[in-house]
């Protein structure tokens, strides 16, 4: 894995993940589900805020995923469970560079 002076990494290459399927990476610790639906990309915390379902596992239709354990649902643009309308799973920034996919995180927290 890849990783430059602005906490992007390299996570896959560009084909690793079909239309409509989703991953789960794990990033400096961080574990990840990155979705690939209508030819955009989302990367959100991979365990549902619920019981901490995979949510990379479940169905996605219109630009949510529906966790395969009891359904939430949540919006793959930005993590909010859509029955509460809260935002319960973070979001990552994603950029395709170089034939590959690259996720941003937050700084590192201090020692
Ligand atoms: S763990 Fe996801 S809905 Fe329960």
């Not at 309308?85 to 994603?94: A, D």
């Amino acid at each position: 894995m890849s990783e430059d002076p602005q906490r992007w990494f390299r996570i896959c290459d560009l084909d690793a993940i079909a239309e409509q399927e989703a991953a789960e990476f794990v990033v400096e610790g961080l574990i990840v589900a990155v979705f690939r639906e209508q030819e955009q990309w989302y990367a959100l915390d991979a365990m549902c805020a619920h019981q901490g379902g995979p949510i990379a596992k479940g169905t996605v239709a219109n630009g949510c995923v529906t966790c395969p354990w009891h359904g939430w649902q949540y919006e793959l643009a930005t993590g909010r469970q859509t029955i509460h309308n809260q935002k319960l799973l973070e979001t990552y920034p994603l950029k395709e560079q170089d034939g590959g996919l690259w996720i941003q995180l937050p700084d590192a927290p201090s020692p």
